[in-house]
């Protein structure tokens, strides 16, 4: 029983010693005034914050500073698809006509911090 405990025991302080903290900050948006993020620690609600200081160099600095170091600067691409799709048949050969779809897209930079 003494070996099953120390086994156990054991394999949960490997388990601790390996652990690493993740946080995903998302950059919405940026301007002259203000950054949008959005910042996904683990947990299961993602949290929106507006900061004051438009400077991604700031941000990587305060989560450095906070003992996270920067692994990875990805971009994502958000498409935003807006208006109508007509299904009715005319008189041009095809069955959908004119649309009125709107495209916009955002490009978003994405942090990725971790925590040994």
Do not use: C
Not at 25 to 40: A, G, H, M, R
Not at 79 to 99: A, H, Q, T, V, Y
């Amino acid at each position: 029983m003494r070996i099953i405990l120390f086994v156990f025991f054991f394999f949960v302080l490997a388990l601790r010693v390996h652990s690493q903290e993740w946080v995903i900050v998302d950059i919405v948006s940026q301007n002259s005034k203000e950054l949008s993020i959005i910042i996904d620690d683990g947990g299961e609600k993602l949290k929106k914050k507006k900061i004051k200081n438009p400077s991604i160099v700031n941000l990587v600095n305060e989560y450095q500073d906070n003992g996270f170091t920067l692994e990875k600067v990805t971009s994502g691409i958000e498409l935003d698809i807006n208006g109508s799709f007509p299904l009715s048949s005319n008189n041009w050969g095809n069955n959908f006509g004119l649309s009125n779809l709107t495209f916009t897209n955002n490009n978003r930079i994405i942090l990725w911090f971790k925590k040994e």
